[in-house]
T-cell receptor, first 112, second 118 residues
Framework: NAGVTQTPKFQVLKTGQSMTLQCAQD?????MSWYRQDPGMGLRLIHY???????DQGEVPNGYNVSRSTTEDFPLRLLSAAPSQTSVYFC????FGKGEAFFGQGTRLTVV | AQTVTQSQPEMSVQEAETVTLSCTYD???????LFWYKQPPSRQMILVIR??????QNATENRFSVNFQKAAKSFSLKISDSQLGDAAMYFC???????????????FGTGTQLKVEL
């Protein structure tokens, strides 16, 4: 099984540019989420979804948009990148309730 | 809101020795899950071990075991017979139980960088 697939693995953006981080899972998980990892701060929740058509904000949602049109895909959009969004981004999925979260490989994003 | 605290930014252990990583958490819930994740230099998040709060027995996975003290809200990870491949960042994480309506959101600690020395 592919598990959780994130693309791209690395990205450099200029301030003000937009981009979409892709996330796909093939485990039929209801729950998907996006985290950002910054040094000394652990992973913080950006947005999450409990199923197709349902999304909600996490701890640090400002500057990011998400949508969930299918069970498999949960893209994260940066509309106007800022240097403060330089981080490592992780997508995760799980069954709703029991079970651990499965993580993608992460995307290292640098905004210059 | 729940919080997770890892007070040891860095730890070192000699190969084949035992090391314990600390984690404390704060919650008003009675039913929840606790996890330890390993993040090697490859950046991949790997589940090491999980503990369900309603289970009194401490979880064990091969060389990894936990000391879960629910009243003290403490969840430490013990690594026995440490190996070079254990060198990584370790994150403690909390998840509410679905029964309390908290969903599947994970709250992470800030991590402990474990170094394994020859």
């Amino acid at each position: 099984n592919a598990g959780v697939t994130q693309t791209p693995k690395f990205q450099v953006l200029k301030t003000g540019q937009s981009m979409t981080l892709q996330c796909a899972q093939d485990m039929n998980h209801e729950y998907m989420s996006w985290y950002r990892q910054d040094p000394g701060m652990g992973l913080r929740l950006i947005h999450y979804s409990v199923g197709a058509g349902i999304t909600d904000q996490g701890e640090v949602p400002n500057g990011y948009n998400v949508s969930r049109s299918t069970t498999e895909d949960f893209p994260l959009r940066l509309l106007s990148a800022a240097p403060s969004q330089t981080s490592v981004y992780f997508c995760a999925s799980s069954y709703f309730g029991k079970g651990e979260a499965f993580f993608g490989q992460g995307t290292r994003l640098t905004v210059v | 809101a729940q919080t997770v605290t890892q007070s040891q930014p860095e730890m070192s252990v000699q190969e084949a020795e035992t090391v314990t990583l600390s984690c404390t958490y704060d919650t008003s819930e009675s039913d929840y899950y606790l996890f330890w994740y390993k993040q090697p230099p490859s950046r991949q998040m790997i589940l090491v071990i999980r503990q369900e709060a309603y289970k009194q027995q401490n979880a064990t996975e091969n060389r990894f075991s936990v000391n879960f003290q629910k009243a003290a809200k403490s969840f430490s990870l013990k690594i026995s017979d440490s190996q070079l491949g254990d060198a990584a960042m370790y994150f403690c994480a909390y998840r509410s139980s679905i029964l309390t309506g908290g969903g599947n959101k994970l709250t992470f600690g800030t991590g402990t960088q474990l170094k394994v020395e020859l």
